[in-house]
């Protein structure tokens, strides 16, 4: 039996199905933070890290 966790590339997403994930993550984020407050040094650098992946990969 196959792990759940193997990736065997059949369960890709495509690219609107990513971006609308993680902008309901955001949105997830935002709201349960509050405004105010500023990201933890970690979570900002993923986020960079993202935004790297996304403009490299348009």
Known sequence: MASPLTNDGDD????G???????AIGERLRRDMGTDEALP???????SQFQQRD????
Do not use: F, P, V
């Open 12 to 15: 890709e997403m495509d690219r």
């Open 17 to 23: 199905t990513t971006a609308a994930i993680c902008n």
């Open 41 to 47: 040094s970690h979570l900002q650098m993923l986020l």
């Open 55 to 58: 403009d490299d990969g348009a």
